[in-house]
């Protein structure tokens, strides 16, 4: 049994329409909407609830985070200036972030279900719990929005759970984009260990400065306590298991977490219009079988939390598989799409240089 928990205001955040992500044009016919819409969560709700999986799920409720809660990890002043923003009617905090009336509605509902979810955890209620929630949060540093994300929910988690008297928490990002913002959050702590797989795209701008790259292994008390695996563009299922299970599972067993908190992205998926990666529903699967294993040799126990995931229909398939794997389950369903060939060998040169970059920064 897996405790799935959800807020309906995760779907007040209204990011619009135009090209893509970018500002409508009037050289388009049509617009089309924004990739981070209700749409993509609606549908991950409604397959869970419709298929096969439906029996082994209790679904619980979420709630509001605080100001308090936000400011765990935000600068105060950052937390004002989302809320001036959506006060005078929304607009766009950054080329791609589009906030709307609704938008601290979401964004402190996604967070407020995380802590719930996790409460829950730490109070014994269940060892196995998945936040489905929107917006995004992992590219949210302390005072800087970025890629659809406002706050971060699972950096907010993991320093709530620091503050419970959980001595070490691990947190492991799968979604298809660094997760720079929780990097950003704990590059001089020893306490928090931050992980991430995801494509090798670099830096992108001002907003987002970390080039994800494996000599990112954090600084002063946290250095080696900061994880990255550059994974080359068209990495299937076969690189993202062996990375897992090269370099996350060893990474978590020298940390020794009493916590693993998982960034749970479907947009490393082969047919997500957001990257450039090639995971189909198998892959999710196993991925979510090894987050399991990871929570169970390290406290007994998961909180998983929705990141990003934008092809409409195929990323609800993807978080049904993920869950699938997290509860030990054989394929429920069929993967209705998957067909690119697996590349066993392509994230190898990627894996060598983070476990060299590691290796390197323990001497």
Known sequence: MIDVYWHDDVLEHDTGAGVFEAVASELMAVDEPHPENAT????????????????????????????????????????????????????????????????????????????????????????????????????????QADGYCFFNSVAIAAEAARRRGVERVAIVDWDVHHGNGTQACFYDRADVLTISLHQAHGAWGPTHPQTGGPDEVGEGAGRGMNVNVNLPFGTGDAGYLAAARRVVGPA?????????????????????????MCVTMAGFRALGAEARAWGRRHGGRLLAVQEGGYAPSYAAWCVHATIEGMLGLEAQLADPLAYLPDEPDRAEAAIRATLDALAGARA
């Open 40 to 143: 993509r969560v609606r549908n991950m709700k409604a397959i869970l609830e419709r298929g096969p999986l439906s029996r082994h799920i209790r679904w619980r409720p979420g709630r509001h985070a605080t100001r308090a809660e936000l400011e765990l990890v935000h600068e105060p002043g950052y937390i004002d200036e989302i809320e001036r923003v959506v006060a005078a009617g929304g607009g766009r905090v950054t080329p791609t972030t589009v906030a709307s009336p609704g938008t601290l509605a979401a964004t402190t509902a996604a967070v407020g279900t995380t802590l719930a979810a996790l409460d829950a955890i730490l109070d014994g209620e269940t060892e196995l719990a998945y936040a489905l929630v929107r917006p995004p949060g992992h590219h949210a540093a302390p005072a």
């Open 252 to 276: 978590l067993d020298e940390f020794g977490p009493e916590l693993v908190i998982v960034a749970a992205g479907q947009d490393p998926s082969q047919f997500d219009p957001n990257g450039r």
